[in-house]
């Protein structure tokens, strides 16, 4: 039973936030909260980004758009924390750059500029979780050390709408939080 929850869940946000007639709309709306900024509609460009699927390899992350120059991989909303969302992260990210940076750029001398990331998840589960919290790449590594290589994930906890403060500037997200704790 928890499979069919987390693929209702997963279709629902993908839709709503990805492949919705009024997706764009509600992308900027949860970003828009999630982040702090105040983006609007008709004032920014906005491109959806699909990780291109191939023969051997299926990366799904649920939404990322690209926001006026900055890459947004919202990664996927979660029923349980997963503390390896920001290595799965580095994953999508590099398919998406890889869609992004045509192939002989990647060898030229000069730097191709690639838009700046910014890594999200949305927390629904019903486990006691922090309101805000961050994962770190670094906490995967075998011993901690000066390297050089970090990526943070932003997990946002959604699990409760009434107490939810990101909601109250971001009525989709609600929505969507309603609908998770009905069906629960």
């Not at 007639?21 to 980004?49: Q, T």
């Not at 045509?102 to 927390?123: C, G, H, S, T, W």
Request: aromatic share 12%; net charge neutral; glycine share 2%.
């Amino acid at each position: 039973m928890a499979f069919i929850n987390r693929k209702y869940k997963d279709s629902v946000f993908t839709d709503l936030f990805g492949s919705d007639i009024k997706a764009k709309k509600n992308f900027l709306e949860l970003y828009n909260a999630l982040s702090g900024s105040d983006y609007k509609l008709d004032e920014v460009s906005l491109e959806r980004k699909v990780i291109e699927q191939s023969l051997y390899k299926t990366f799904n992350n649920d939404v990322s758009w690209e926001i006026d120059g900055k890459l947004i991989v919202l990664v996927e909303h979660q029923s349980t924390i997963n503390e390896n969302m920001p290595f799965r992260c580095l994953e999508y990210v590099t398919r998406i750059y890889e869609g992004i940076v045509p192939l002989q750029k990647r060898y030229a001398e000069k730097v191709y500029k690639i838009p700046n990331p910014d890594f999200y998840v949305v927390y629904v589960g019903k486990d006691k979780q922090p309101l805000e919290q961050e994962l770190h790449l670094s906490d995967a590594f075998y011993k901690k050390d000066s390297s050089k290589l970090e990526l943070v994930v932003k997990v946002k906890n959604c699990s409760d709408s009434r107490s939810l403060p990101i909601s109250r500037n971001c009525d989709i997200l609600k929505q969507y939080c309603q609908f998770v704790e009905i069906v629960e």
